[in-house]
């Protein structure tokens, strides 16, 4: 039997290629393309993708039975939205050869739909909270590794927990440093479900965890009002239970009813259980506030922030009926992921470079704040590239005033990613850098990536032994951490 065949066109982003692994498990063959080349992408032809750079219709095989798109291959916003999909070469050719062709979100929902779907979304600290979900369902690795063997030397297990297929917007170390993790028996998916476009409503939760709430993406979303009515409605599709945080305001002002809503946070968990009364021969039901400790954790990652992700995760946990013995060690495991305040190395001059994905004022503020804390002995260097001339446009004043933790600020670039030509004329990095200036006068432009990494060598050198270097934003400044060896 011949087998089927998927093509991946973006096959590079870190959600996309996740599901292209998924697909190649469930015994397809898997072709993609992608814009341009990265270590990422050989470590997927490592594993037997076969992938080509550039936009072709040649890339299409006529024997392709699926097409799967990722939304970033859009850059055209000014167009339609058919014109925006067609003016891909491998769209139009699919939609020649008549190949089913569907974007990432369709895509994803279509598998996620099929199991009992845990999706985790947000503005914020979603990847974090959906890799600390997935490690502690995992089947495949010890509840605790740093626990001693006994003297027979047999590995020691604690029980095994429910098990888990998951697709997450990070690679996770604890996960073999991948995106992707799977148990292919299992009906727990646990995905990192994204807002924008309201590309989350593709899928039909069991389980949704809502971090918090923070208007984002003000290219799709006209305010808070509406960012807020996306959240509303996975709320309403969501059939089980929906888990929001007890300190985000937003997320409060969501109509929950009270058999899914589960408000967690400050090392408890508030629920709502049904209470049915006879009264006189008449059944009589109501609703009640309950709640249960969270017990304490010793996070291996210091940020005080992702302490409320490990405790949704936790709830995630409990409802899913794991035991606190399974579920603290194996959250207490968790040591970070690829672009989340990660330690990259250090600098021949002794300066410690760090990348973090960070791209919005409330996720930039508290990342800051956690490493002047805990490194309170260096001086914090960070190389800001701020995601999208629209959302730079939106929270300009937002942005002023988000560096104050910084010794030194340097901005190489705005980062184009479906902007429109009105926002690209308008938000100029000098325009940013003025503003943060009033705030924060030690910023300067770096005039471009290739002029930025040879500032950040200067800075080596001139202040050895003393300082983080911090790559901080979502666009492609983390492509320069092998020029800071």
């Not at 895509?107 to 947000?122: D, H, R, S, W, Y």
Request: aromatic share 10%.
């Amino acid at each position: 039997m011949q087998k089927l065949h998927l093509h991946v066109i973006g096959i590079g982003g870190i959600g996309v290629s996740a599901l292209a692994h998924y697909y190649k498990r469930l015994g397809y063959s898997v072709s993609g393309s992608d814009g341009a080349n990265s270590p990422f992408l050989d470590t997927l032809r490592n594993q037997w993708f076969d992938i080509q750079i550039g936009h072709n219709a040649s890339n299409l095989s006529e024997n392709t039975d699926l097409v799967i798109y990722s939304e970033a291959i859009i850059t055209k916003p000014d167009l339609t939205p058919e014109e925006q999909i067609y003016a891909n070469p491998e769209l139009m050719r699919a939609r020649e050869l008549g190949i089913r062709h569907i974007s990432y979100p369709v895509a994803l929902g279509e598998v996620f739909n099929k199991k009992e779907g845990i999706a985790i979304t947000g503005s914020h600290g979603k990847s974090t909270t959906t890799a600390m979900t997935a490690i502690m369902l995992a089947n495949d690795y010890p509840t605790n590794p740093t626990i001693e063997l006994p003297d027979d030397g047999t590995a020691f297990y604690a029980p095994t927990a429910p098990g888990c297929s998951a697709i997450i917007g990070t690679q996770v170390p604890q996960l073999g440093n991948s995106n992707f993790y799977t148990e292919p028996m299992t009906e727990n998916f646990v995905i990192e479900a994204c807002e924008y476009k309201r590309s989350f409503l593709e899928y039909n939760p069991y389980i949704t965890v809502i971090t918090n709430i923070d208007l984002d993406h003000l290219d799709y979303y006209k305010n808070l009002e509406d960012y807020i009515s996306a959240f509303q409605s996975i709320v309403d599709q969501t059939r089980g239970f929906v888990l929001i945080s007890a300190d985000d305001v937003n997320s409060q002002n969501l109509i929950i009813p009270e058999e899914k809503k589960i408000i967690v946070g400050n090392q408890k968990i508030i629920y709502f259980p049904r209470v049915e009364e006879n009264k006189d021969g008449i059944i009589e039901s109501y609703y009640v506030q309950k709640d249960m400790p969270i017990p304490n954790m010793e996070l291996q990652v210091p940020w005080d922030h992702l302490l409320q992700d490990a405790e949704l995760a936790y709830t995630v946990g409990r409802l899913l009926g794991m035991k606190d013995d399974i579920i603290v060690p194996k959250l207490e495991w968790y040591r970070g992921s690829w672009r989340r305040s990660e330690i990259v190395w250090t600098t021949k001059n002794g300066n410690m470079v760090m990348s973090d994905y960070g791209h919005h004022p409330s996720e930039i503020k508290p990342t800051l704040k956690a490493i002047h804390d805990k490194y309170s002995d260096k001086k914090l260097f960070v190389v800001f590239q701020p995601h999208q001339y629209s959302r730079t446009r939106e929270l300009l004043q937002e942005f002023a005033i988000s560096f104050e933790n910084t010794d030194s600020l340097l901005i190489p670039n705005i980062y184009f990613s479906r902007d429109k030509t009105e926002d690209v004329e308008w938000m100029t990095t000098e325009k940013l850098i003025t503003e943060i200036a009033k705030h924060q006068p030690h910023v300067s432009n770096g005039n471009g990536l290739e002029n930025t990494v040879k500032l950040i060598r200067e800075y080596d050198i001139s202040h050895p032994d003393s300082s983080i270097i911090l790559l901080l934003g979502a666009g492609d400044i983390d492509s320069i951490r092998n020029n800071l060896i």
